[in-house]
Nanobody
Framework: QVQLVESGGGLVQPGGSLRLSCTAS????????MGWYRQAPGKQRELVAT???????RYGDSVEDRFTISRDNRKNTVWLQMDSLKPEDTAVYYC?????????????WGQGTQVTVSS
């Protein structure tokens, strides 16, 4: 019943900016972590950024100081502001929601949105 819908990907020149958005719908409880992961061709999926419901953010080493993650708990929406983009940022970006509780835990993924950084 949980669905994640991403938007905001596209083509941008090196040094440019993009903002990704992801909205989750369904039976999601407030105790969760939302985030972004990316996967380039021939490479494994890697952490980009995550943020807890309390606002604590975590970034991958390659994007820290360039990307900023934020969220709105009431809207179940997470954003990723990407600045100073580099060609190596080119990848499919996936939205993720991780939810843990006393009895179970869940891990949901969006379909992915393509980000291409090229001149």
């Amino acid at each position: 019943q949980v669905q994640l819908v991403e938007s905001g990907g596209g083509l941008v020149q090196p040094g440019g900016s993009l903002r990704l958005s992801c909205t989750a719908s369904g039976r999601i409880y407030s105790n969760n972590v939302m985030g972004w992961y990316r996967q380039a061709p021939g490479k494994q999926r890697e952490l980009v950024a995550t943020i807890t419901s309390g606002g604590t953010a975590r970034y991958g080493d390659s994007v820290e100081d360039r990307f900023t993650i934020s969220r709105d708990n009431r809207k179940n929406t997470v954003w990723l502001q990407m600045d100073s983009l580099k060609p190596e940022d080119t990848a499919v970006y996936y939205c993720n929601v991780f939810q843990s509780g006393r009895r179970s835990e869940y891990d949901w993924w969006g379909q992915g949105t393509q980000v291409t950084v090229s001149s």
